[in-house]
């Protein structure tokens, strides 16, 4: 499909793996609650194969793969006790090695100067956020941002882009929702939005593109430049 036709009045962004990789700070920070347990590290491959569905489900996973047991076969008490270790270690390296992905910089400059709200919607815990957005040198570009434990649900639920579209007082039609991964795509579709997605996240190993997006690409400079060159206001 071709760009809107009109430009968007709201552009709501997810972080890890469309914005920013993250993979490396999380990694570290998994691996090191696996050293503590005593089994080897995971590295960075299997951890960009567990990211998507917030903090608990990237601990769970890991400790799931370690174990060699399925998911619900992991103890609640043990899981729970490493998602705590987890977060201590993910404050030391949030943001350490994460960087943009190309084209993202040129995507949020060319939103900002046509006038169009933007926002971040993630599933990434709250209280990693801010200093993220900051250390990329992305956060003035966004008006507001959530994180997977802001409201009492998250992606795929529509209720983040929800709360979003009425805060900002945008109607789903004149919105778009950009993420790498079927979380983001079902939570866009659920609440009306259309969806666009990026060909490089992470989405659990498997092609975005199954998940039928509106619009896939591999560089959002050249989508919202182009785009938004071609569009009506």
Sequence with gaps: MDFPR???ELVMFDLDGTLAD???DLSAAVDEVLLDLGYPAAG???ARLWVGNGA???VLRALADALRVPE?????QLHQSCLENFFRRYQHYNGRYTALYPGVMQALQALRAAGVAMAVVTNKPGQFVPQLLQQLGIDEYFRLWLGGDSLAVKKPDPGPLNHILERLGVSPQRALMVGDSVNDIAAARAAG???VAVAYGYNRG???AQDN???LTDNLGHFFVQGLAAVAV
Aim: hydrophobic share 40%.
């Design 6 to 8: 009109r430009k968007p």
């Design 22 to 24: 993250s993979v490396p």
């Design 44 to 46: 960075e491959y299997k």
């Design 56 to 58: 608990a489900a990237l």
């Design 72 to 76: 619900e076969q992991v103890s609640p």
């Design 193 to 195: 939005v259309a969806s």
């Design 206 to 208: 498997l092609p975005v």
């Design 213 to 215: 997006p509106d619009w």
